[in-house]
């Protein structure tokens, strides 16, 4: 028997929603989109147009009094994740919200109540999550392949200088940790699979803009340390290494891959310097991977696959940086 697709609506027209997301969804088998909204009602038909969307809402209310909308997807600013959110779950939609799923992890904390009253899904849009090459790696590192896991290093930036982007608007959750320092810290939680116990971090704030360019940090874990360092304000650059104590595991593209070509871990043994064994996963598009689970779990009654207590967690380090970046000294999250 086949199962009906899930029906979603876009909360925004946002690049990621209108590059990435939306194609992601229509290219699947799990769910289709319905419906676009935007405040400007031009926008949203606009958006409609190009990506042959049925429905566009000239503000967010109409669409979740949709009934045709099952789900929504949400790209809108940081400080407007968690409110968006709710009124979401309220008005009887599953939620897939953009990262980080909030400005803070007391705000992020109010979903896990909002979920469980309404009865739908909400999660964070960590899209590398469930990339197959991410979840392979990690098994690697469940066989002792690489040892004991000690230590992982990360690096991700790009160059943006733009007044009017908003993520130079400190009101509206900007800034370089919390933008792309999710990625880093949310996949060494995943790659060590337990929470720090205490971080360390260090901030260099644009007198512009008054948001974070450049985020330096440790994460101490009970067996080993995560450290990474990412700016919105540099040449652009992506690297992950994952290293124990008989091996490493290298990645290339590790937050970004592109969905149209393999992508590979470069495994190093300590028994044998020098050779490089290669594991090629399949193309993949991780957006796209991201809603098909979710749209399954809908489907099935079945729990997010990233439970949004993970995604609360993981604000409880981001917010840690924050204090220890003005202490000057170790937070425990």
Same mark, same amino acid.
């Given at each position: ?12 027209? +946002?690049?990621? #929603?209108? &590059? ?6 229509? =290219?699947?088998? %799990? /769910?289709?989109? $319905?419906?676009? !909204? ?63 799923? +909030?400005?803070? #992890?007391? &705000? ?6 909002? =979920?469980?009253? %309404? /009865?739908?899904? $909400?999660?964070? !849009? ?68 337990? &929470? ?138």
């Amino acid at each position: 028997m086949s199962v009906r697709k899930t029906r979603w609506g876009i909360l925004g027209v +946002a690049k990621i #929603a209108l &590059e990435k997301v939306i194609p992601a969804i229509q =290219a699947g088998v %799990t /769910g289709e989109v $319905v419906a676009i !909204a935007s405040r400007s009602l031009a926008k949203a038909q606009a958006a409609a147009d190009r990506l042959r969307i049925p429905r566009a809402h000239g503000c967010y209310e109409e669409l979740l009094a949709d009934a045709d909308v099952d789900a929504v997807y949400i790209p809108l600013p940081n400080h407007l994740h968690v409110p968006w959110s709710i009124r979401a779950l309220e008005a009887g939609k599953h939620v897939l919200c953009e990262k980080p799923i +909030a400005t803070s #992890a007391a &705000e992020a904390e109010t979903l896990i109540a909002v =979920a469980a009253r %309404t /009865g739908r899904l $909400v999660q964070e !849009a960590a899209m590398v999550r469930t990339h197959p090459r991410w979840l392979g790696a990690r098994e690697i590192v469940r066989s002792g392949r690489i040892g004991q896991l000690r230590s992982m290093t990360g690096f991700f930036s790009y160059f943006n200088e733009s007044p009017s982007n908003v993520r130079h608007d400190p009101a509206m959750g900007g800034g370089a940790l919390l933008d792309i320092g999710f990625y880093p810290i949310t996949l060494a939680r995943f790659m060590f699979e337990a &929470e720090p116990v205490r971080v360390i971090g260090a901030l260099e704030i644009d007198p512009r803009f008054g948001v974070d360019r450049l985020a330096s940090a440790i994460l101490e874990f009970a067996r080993g340390h995560a450290i990474f360092t990412c700016s919105t304000q540099l040449m652009p650059h992506q690297s992950a290494d994952i290293l124990g104590t008989r091996g490493r595991i290298g990645m290339e593209i590790p937050w970004s891959m592109p969905h149209d070509r393999t992508s590979r871990l470069i495994v190093e043994d300590i028994d044998r310097p020098g050779q490089l064994d290669q594991v090629t996963f399949a193309a993949c598009d991780q957006w796209g991977v991201q809603c098909d689970r979710f749209c399954e779990a809908i489907a099935t009654r079945s729990a997010a696959p990233i439970p949004i207590e993970d995604a609360v967690a993981n604000m409880r380090v981001i917010d840690a940086l924050f204090r220890s970046a003005h202490s000057g000294h170790w937070e425990a999250p």
